[in-house]
């Protein structure tokens, strides 16, 4: 007779499967040995449920392991309320090794925020097998997943810009790569897609959005992550500072009720507060507006609008040219208040900016604004952040574009893992990416950035000098 042949059951499904023979693949979550009879809890994507036998043979945590077995109900009193199968568990028949495991150098049970970072980042591919780590990225895939069915049912056009580009600058150091085809030319990462996506506006999608990675070479806090991060990047054409905002508000007010049912906001429609009122009241342009801050359920949203178009420009001011006055307190692309056009040759400070800031328990979580689509504006603003004429010529494309017809237009860009690290009240960035850098600038795992070889040195014409 041909060997009977099963098909595999994921953990959660045995619940369902009463008396039936199962084939169950996954890890060795747990193991107890009590001699003459062996637990193993078995883990896969779905659960973990309990196995139980006896004569097994030996078996390391963590292991991979295929089990085939009886599901029985669980006598009352052993019925585990912790576990989505307690009611149940597996009557052994074979248990076949995979592929074993060597003990595994981090505890994997916990939350694991108290094990040293740097070894978590190493064996990041064990790190992630850890309940919570793998709750957040699954909560991270379903929020970017709810956000796209959202847009995309309101007209917006999901569309892929480079990665390979020209500084795309948002206040912080570019990262560079060489080209190979024109030695001594080198690539910018994009800090964001911002001209893109004003030129998609120029190609007349109207409605765009992106799921976007940004590279800025700044140091990082909790709150900033160190090299790169993801947004969701969206503009439109023909709206008010107004649609934006609501538009942005009621995306995220039905995320939270569907994603995180059980987290309350604090205020609806949100609180708009001017930057100088936040100064004047609370201090900062971020404030936490929650009523309990101990309550971890608890977001308080807000807008904070009517920001100064300039701040003050220091040396840190990257891009900028040097001895201005003025740097963009957004960036350079954000229009000035209609009201205060006037004020930009005679008082550039008082100018308000139409930039708005979108804010959580005390984070900005997103920023954006309307744009200027007057190349004479754009000019202006361009002459008072100080830019020589080489420096204009780097946008000089995008003042070429805005004379082909450009609709008004503006858009925003809250951070994803910013919002998820609030929302879900982890301490920092980190804990809701797959593989996040350390914050010395080395990738998890790979530990780049790592020496080229000599040739490919030669072929980019690149010399190493030693600082
Ligand atoms: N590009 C801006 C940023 O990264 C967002 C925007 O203005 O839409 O903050």
């Not at 295929?66 to 568990?89: A, F, M, Q």
């Not at 009720?257 to 309350?264: A, G, L, M, T, V």
Request: net charge positive; glycine share 6%.
């Amino acid at each position: 007779m041909a060997k009977e042949k099963i098909i595999r059951t994921l953990a959660k499904d045995t619940v369902r499967k009463i008396g039936e023979k199962v084939k169950l693949q996954g890890w060795a979550d747990t193991i107890r040995d009590h001699g003459k009879i062996t637990f193993i809890d078995l883990r896969d994507r779905s659960a973990i449920v309990q196995c139980v036998g006896s004569k097994l043979p030996k078996i390391t945590k963590e292991s991979v392991v295929e089990i085939i077995g009886k599901v029985v109900n669980r006598p009352e009193k052993l019925v585990n309320k912790d576990l989505s199968t307690g009611t149940v568990e597996i009557k052994i028949d074979s248990l076949k090794v995979l592929s074993p495991a060597k003990e595994i150098p981090l505890p994997l049970d916990g939350d694991g925020l108290e094990i040293e970072e740097s070894v978590r980042l190493k064996y990041r591919y064990l790190d992630l097998r850890r309940g919570r780590m793998n709750k957040n990225l699954r909560l991270r895939s379903k929020t970017t997943q709810f956000i796209r069915n959202w847009l995309t049912a309101r007209d917006f056009v999901e569309i892929e810009t480079p990665i390979l580009t020209k500084t795309t600058p948002e206040g912080a150091r570019d990262f560079i790569v060489p080209s190979r085809l024109q030695p001594g030319k080198f690539y910018a990462l994009p800090q964001s897609p911002q001209q893109y996506k004003q030129l998609l506006m120029v190609a007349g999608f109207e409605r765009y959005f992106q799921i976007a990675r940004c590279f800025r070479d700044e140091d990082p806090r909790a709150d900033r992550a160190y090299g790169e991060f993801t947004q969701l990047d969206l503009e439109m054409s023909f709206v008010k500072q107004e649609e934006i905002l609501f538009l942005t508000e009621k995306l995220f007010t039905e995320l939270v009720k569907e994603i995180f049912p059980h987290k309350k906001i604090t205020k609806s429609p949100w609180p708009r507060i001017s930057h100088k009122d936040a100064m004047k009241k609370y201090g900062v342009d971020k404030p936490d507006l929650r009523k309990n801050k101990k309550d971890k359920d608890e977001l308080a949203f807000a807008w904070i609008v009517d920001f100064p178009l300039f701040v003050k420009q220091t040396k840190d001011d990257f891009f900028h040219g040097a001895g201005a006055k003025y740097a963009p307190s957004h960036h350079m692309f954000t229009a000035p208040h209609p009201d205060d056009i006037g004020l930009l040759d005679k008082a550039p400070m008082k100018v308000r900016g139409l930039q708005h800031d979108m804010v959580l328990n005390g984070h900005e979580v997103g920023g954006g604004s309307i744009r200027i689509h007057q190349p004479k504006i754009q000019n202006k603003i361009f002459e008072l952040i100080g830019f020589t004429e080489k420096q204009k010529k780097q946008f000089e494309h995008m003042l070429t574009a805005f004379s082909y017809g450009v609709p008004p237009h503006g858009g925003i860009a809250p951070g994803i893992d910013r919002l998820l690290m609030v929302i879900l009240g982890e301490p920092s960035l980190r804990e809701v990416m797959a593989f996040p850098m350390t914050a010395g600038g080395s990738t998890a795992v790979m530990d780049a950035p790592s020496n080229p070889a000599k040739e490919q040195l030669k072929e980019l014409g690149i010399k190493i000098s030693k600082k």
